[in-house]
Nanobody
């Protein structure tokens, strides 16, 4: 079983940047999908970015973050990152990473097998 721990959240001014990390521990499959999601009170969890770990390379982004956010991975560290640039107040949310075993990433939260506890990102002056 894999455990996921997010880190790197915090308070940042509009236009600023943050890099979130999602560290995976425990045994993993050689191929799985990783996704970043975010959620604000009263709203459904929203897809942000995703990639495949192992197999073919694939990256995808929600329209709201295209050109500003970048998802990446470090295989040696079993860590996936979300680089967030040009942050807006609308990006304020709890950000979660998630893993789906032996499948590619998905935009649907229900597809994922393992979730981190989340890290708060607040964009404000």
């Amino acid at each position: 079983q894999v455990q996921l721990v997010e880190s790197g959240g915090g308070l940042v001014q509009p236009g600023g940047s943050l890099r979130l990390s999602c560290a995976a521990s425990g045994r993993t499959f050689s191929y799985y999908g990783m996704g970043w999601f975010r959620q604000v009170p009263g709203k459904d969890r929203e897809f942000v970015a995703g990639l495949n770990w192992g197999g073919g390379s694939k990256e995808d982004y929600a329209d709201s973050v295209k050109g500003r956010f970048t998802i990446s991975r470090d295989n040696a560290k079993n860590t996936v990152y979300l680089q967030m640039n040009s942050l807006k107040s609308e990006d304020t949310a709890v950000y979660y990473c998630a893993l789906v075993y032996r499948r590619g990433y998905s935009r649907a939260p229900s597809s994922y097998d393992v979730w981190g506890r989340g890290t708060q990102v607040t964009v404000s002056s």
